[in-house]
């Protein structure tokens, strides 16, 4: 009799965990296969800006950008069933860290990492993250600056590479010929 009970108790658990593991691990998998009601949600500690996403290792990481109540931008890191998440504050031009770009501290610490933002920042419009040709996370901020204009800025995380950043002018069409 005991016997059936401890294997009914870690059939219990089992199929627990694997209902854990398929609602919260497989992402949005779940919504695929069962529709709009069994959707992944994230709950982000303020008012969303943007969002991105890419593979590594065989999960999906989602990188959620927005405003949180202490009037920071922050860019926070979800993966699929893992509580290592990274998170970037964005401060203004001269209060940041140009040593450490990288969320890996982050993900282990449960601190943030504070990326500057441009001297010329306005507003910002929305921040991608991607995978290098290296895999190395990039971290791509657009913005209007403080004279209008769109620009995009790679934040890249190596010592050589951070000064190596690339720069994207983005010019709005409003139909007049010029």
Known sequence: MKKKIVIGIILVIVISLGGLYF?????????????KSYR??????????????????????????????DGFPYTQEFKDFSLLNGTIRWVPYGTGSDFIRSRVL???????????????????LGVKVGLSTSDE??????????????????????????????WLEIKENDGVDK
């Open 23 to 35: 609602f919260y691990g497989l992402g949005r998998t779940p919504s695929r296969m069962l529709g």
């Open 40 to 69: 992944q949600v994230i709950t982000i500690p303020g008012k969303f800006i943007d969002i991105s996403s890419y593979k590594l290792d065989g999960s999906t990481i989602k990188d959620i950008t927005f405003m949180a109540d």
């Open 106 to 124: 982050s993900r282990w610490t449960g601190g943030v990492v504070n990326l500057e933002l441009p001297e010329d920042f306005q507003e910002m």
């Open 137 to 166: 996370r990039v971290k791509n901020l657009v913005y209007r600056t403080k004279d209008g204009r769109i620009l995009y800025k790679e934040y890249r995380d190596g010592i050589i590479d951070r000064h190596m950043e690339g």
